[in-house]
């Protein structure tokens, strides 16, 4: 009984670690959802590429075209929206085209300039995965 209770504890918190130890925060299309209807201020960080930016984004989302933010050119492109995000104090949401391994390139560059990581969300399934198209606008200038 002892034995099956450490092996139960030992086994959370390995999977609680794991979890933790990503290290990366999302939000999910519902949470998000609302804010958008509630205009919530946030800065939304784009890093689709820019046919996919003009296909389909959010208003006043910031393009960047930074996607998949693996190389320094690519990254380097994040560097435009650090004085947006210097300037406030507001959540740090980015999108990329499926919420993966491109938004979590994006994080930790922008950790590495000194954004908070408590201030950033990653959009859950990113842009292919956002089923509310009423709430998204197309073509460049739509964009802020």
């Not at 030992?10 to 999910?28: D, V």
């Not at 609302?34 to 689709?48: G, N, R, W, Y």
């Not at 507001?90 to 930790?108: F, L, M, S, T, Y």
Request: positive net charge; hydrophobic residues 40%.
């Amino acid at each position: 009984m002892k034995k099956s209770l450490l092996f139960t504890l030992l086994g959370s918190l390995l999977l609680g670690g794991i979890a933790c130890a990503s290290g990366y925060t999302y939000t999910g299309t519902k949470e998000f959802k609302a804010s958008l209807e509630k205009a919530k201020p946030m800065i939304i960080v784009d890093i689709q590429v820019p046919a996919e930016f003009a296909k389909r984004h959010f208003k006043n989302a910031l393009e960047t075209d930074a996607f998949p933010a693996k190389s320094d050119a690519e990254r380097a492109k994040l560097d435009k929206v650090l004085p947006v995000i210097a300037a406030s104090q507001h959540e740090v949401v980015i999108v990329c085209p499926r919420g993966g391994g491109g938004a979590k390139n994006a994080w930790d560059y922008l950790k590495s300039k000194g954004v908070a990581e408590k201030r950033m969300r990653i959009l859950e399934g990113g842009m292919q995965g956002w089923p509310h198209q009423e709430l998204t606008v197309s073509g460049a200038a739509a964009q802020k």
